[in-house]
Structure formats: C-alpha cells, structure tokens
Nanobody, 116 residues
C-alpha cells in the first residue's frame, strides 16, 4: 500500500499563488509516475500535471505556463507550484501515485478556492 497526504490548499485571490505538496509513504517501489488531478463541482476529474520516473513532465493546456510540478526523491514528495491562479482553478486537487504495473493510488484531496 501507498499512502498519499496532500497539503497546501486554501483560499486565495485571483492572481495569487499556492504550493501543494503530496508526501508518499508505505511500500514505495516500482514508481512510474506521480501527478496532480482536480475535480470541480459538477465536473469530471481532470489531469493537471504529471511527472514520470525519468523526470518528464506533462501539463494540461489550461495550466501551462502557470503551474509547475516537481519532486523531491529523498522525501518521496511531489509539489505543484500554482501561480497566476484563476477562479476556474477552483477545485479539489488530488495527488496520485502510479506503479510500473499500472496500479494507481489516490490521496484524499485538498481544496483550492480562488476568489475573483
């Protein structure tokens, strides 16, 4: 099992910044990728950003140039730096951890609210 604990969410004004953290613990092996997804009320969960074992990153078009995903291997932690936040970024943000086998674990989520 892998446990994921997200932190860093909150309420911020449009144009502001937040940094989300996701710490992984448990049986950490066969890591393939970690990522951030979000789900707004009434909408499906969508990809925000991912980072692979090799360090390759991928971003949703809506956040390119504003969000940056990074990781600290020593701490088994992935970060999402979110700048120039917009009201449409409001959502619950979820961290996930994918093994090479394809098995995926999810965190409990952290709320991000951006006021206009």
């Amino acid at each position: 099992q892998v446990q994921l604990v997200e932190s860093g969410g909150g309420l911020v004004q449009a144009g502001g910044s937040l940094r989300l953290s996701c710490a992984a613990s448990g049986t950490i092996f066969s890591f393939n990728a970690m990522g951030w997804y979000r789900q707004a009320p009434g909408k499906q969960r969508e990809l925000v950003a991912t980072i692979t074992r090799g360090g390759s990153t991928n971003y949703a078009d809506s956040v390119k140039g504003r969000f940056t995903i990074s990781r600290d291997n020593a701490k088994n932690t992935v970060y999402l730096q979110m700048n120039s936040l917009k009201p449409e970024d409001t959502a619950v943000y979820y961290c996930n951890y994918e093994r090479l086998s394809g098995l995926v674990y999810w965190g409990q989520g952290t709320q991000v609210a951006v006021s206009s």
